[in-house]
């Protein structure tokens, strides 16, 4: 992973505090190597609720690091 030169503290403190979590960084290593999923997809593989999951994903979004979609009814959370 290469960090940009032109992301600001705050954009590079965002990133980092995402990564930080040992589920976030599973997440996104799913995503990265799997195809795009639900976050009930995501949340299936996981001992934690539904909504701690989407919190994760919604922290990743934030950082930049994942992106939601809509498909239809689903959301598609793409790395």
């Known amino acids: ?3 940009r030169p ?3 503290d705050a ?6 505090r ?3 979590d040992a589920t976030r960084r599973d997440i996104v290593s ?3 190597t799997d195809e795009p999923a639900t976050v009930s997809a995501l949340a299936s593989r ?3 609720s539904f909504a701690a999951v989407q919190k994760h994903v919604a922290v990743l979004e934030a950082a ?4 939601k979609q809509g498909q239809g009814r689903e959301r598609l959370v793409r790395g």
């Open 30 to 32: 799913r995503l990265l």
């Open 6 to 8: 032109d992301l600001s």
């Open 18 to 20: 995402a990564l930080a």
């Open 64 to 67: 930049g690091l994942v992106t």
């Open 46 to 48: 996981y001992a934690m």
């Open 1 to 3: 992973m290469v960090v």
């Open 11 to 16: 954009d590079l403190d965002r990133l980092f």
